[in-house]
């Protein structure tokens, strides 16, 4: 695992995972506009997509898909040196990690039509201002567990915090 500087200001940072040739936010966004990916993910997902958003039309998921990706692409990859990242990456879960340093966070667009969006990127908390993104999943379901997919985020951004841990105590 290394480190990919996202903004040039050391304020936002992904992970590039063993084996990959990109960091995962670059990975996500891609996955993210692509047509036979996004078909495959709604249609192993359509009974979570129609139960919890109430759309049966995988068509109408990927299209919304690919235009969210594009909007929380440029949120995103559009900061400005101004920008207060505490803003974009909010605490997942309870309020109680707040302000602690490692604390898991979400970034996620918020729609003013139709549905809520199902895309999420996630974070850990370095320090005030500064974040590594862990990966990105579209969440279907109200809680991350009751999904593979969305517990594999959770156990990414651990291994995550513990590799920050170890090193900072290195």
């Given at each position: 695992?290394?480190?990919?500087?996202?903004?040039?200001?050391?304020?936002?940072?992904?992970?590039?995972?063993?084996?990959?040739?990109?960091d995962?936010?670059?990975k996500?966004?891609?996955?993210?506009?692509?047509?036979?990916?996004l078909e495959?993910?709604f249609?192993?997902?359509?009974t979570?997509?129609?139960?919890?958003?109430?759309?049966?039309?995988?068509?109408?998921a990927?299209?919304?898909?690919?235009?969210?990706?594009?909007?929380?692409?440029?949120?995103?990859?559009?900061?400005t040196?101004?920008?207060?990242?505490?803003?974009?990456?909010?605490p997942?879960?309870?309020?109680?990690?707040r302000?602690m340093?490692?604390?898991?966070r979400?970034?996620?667009?918020?729609?003013?039509t139709?549905?809520?969006?199902?895309?999420?990127?996630?974070a850990i908390?370095?320090?005030r201002?500064t974040y590594?993104?862990?990966?990105?999943?579209?969440?279907?379901t109200?809680?991350?567990?009751?999904?593979?997919?969305?517990?594999?985020?959770?156990?990414?951004?651990e291994?995550?915090?513990n590799?920050?841990?170890?090193t900072?105590?290195?």
């Amino acid at each position: 695992m290394r480190f990919a500087e996202i903004l040039h200001d050391g304020r936002l940072w992904a992970i590039v995972y063993d084996g990959d040739t990109q960091d995962i936010l670059t990975k996500t966004f891609t996955d993210w506009q692509d047509p036979a990916f996004l078909e495959e993910f709604f249609s192993k997902n359509i009974t979570d997509l129609n139960t919890h958003f109430h759309i049966s039309n995988p068509d109408l998921a990927i299209s919304d898909t690919i235009a969210d990706a594009a909007t929380l692409s440029s949120l995103i990859l559009d900061i400005t040196p101004e920008t207060r990242l505490h803003r974009l990456f909010r605490p997942l879960g309870n309020s109680l990690n707040r302000e602690m340093r490692l604390s898991r966070r979400q970034a996620k667009y918020r729609r003013t039509t139709a549905h809520d969006s199902w895309l999420r990127i996630y974070a850990i908390k370095i320090k005030r201002g500064t974040y590594l993104i862990t990966g990105g999943a579209i969440k279907l379901t109200p809680h991350m567990e009751e999904r593979k997919h969305t517990l594999d985020e959770l156990r990414k951004m651990e291994i995550a915090k513990n590799n920050l841990l170890i090193t900072n105590k290195g």
